[in-house]
């Protein structure tokens, strides 16, 4: 399973191994940091969905860089965030995507529970995937994909309508992760937040 936790070091400090499968893991968050925890899921190729819950006693200082063929789209379902002091804020029913060309380096969850769905896309892996499930080659062709998901890191837009729905969705199908109607869900999340981003 291609680890998304592994991605940066961040992520390697806050949280702990529980329990590790082909295309399951499960994490606590280190009692240093505080309370909760995490599950990373292998829905197909070129895909994972992170469920998170954290409450963390203070602000966290880190790295936080994805690698450069990694882009994390996070959802958020209650609380709020800010990033990088101010610079990135998140509140309940936002989006934002993350990739590997900003260092974010402080994480202040305002010391409320913060709940999220996240989506992490590896290219190109995902664009395989996309051809096969959509029977295409055209995003094998088209270069639009990568900029879409490579433009200016830590863009936040508020999710609406479909893009809403669609996450609240995703959260209530965790433990039926490997079924193809997640599958369906991640496909049909994935392609209105691309047309959200056009």
């Given amino acids: 399973m291609r680890n998304a936790k592994t991605g940066c070091r961040f992520s390697n400090e806050l949280l702990r191994t529980v329990c590790k499968g082909t295309d399951i893991e499960c994490f606590s968050v280190n009692p240093e940091f505080g309370t909760g925890f995490v599950r990373s899921f292998q829905v197909m190729p070129g895909v994972q969905l992170i469920y998170s819950q954290l409450e963390l006693q203070a602000p966290v200082t880190?790295?936080?860089?994805l690698r450069s063929?990694?882009?994390?789209?996070?959802f958020c379902l209650d609380g709020e965030v800010c990033i990088d002091a101010s610079e990135i804020k998140i509140g309940s029913g936002d989006i934002v995507i993350l990739n590997h060309t900003h260092n974010y380096a402080r994480f202040d969850f305002r010391g409320c529970p913060f709940l999220r769905v996240s989506m992490v896309i590896f290219l190109p892996e995902i664009v395989t995937t996309l051809n096969i499930m959509l029977g295409t080659l055209s995003f094998e062709e088209d270069e639009h994909l990568y900029k879409l998901f490579l433009q200016e890191p830590g863009l936040v837009i508020g999710a609406q309508g479909r893009i809403a729905q669609a996450f609240h969705e995703l959260r209530d199908l965790p433990?039926?992760?490997n079924n193809y109607l997640t599958r369906l869900k991640t496909m049909e999340l994935l392609l209105y937040i691309m047309?959200?981003?056009?």
Avoid: D, W
Wanted: no cysteine; charged share 35%; net charge neutral.
């Fill in 175 to 177: 433990e039926k992760y």
């Fill in 69 to 74: 063929n990694m882009v994390e789209l996070s």
């Fill in 62 to 65: 880190r790295p936080y860089q």
């Fill in 195 to 198: 047309g959200e981003l056009k």
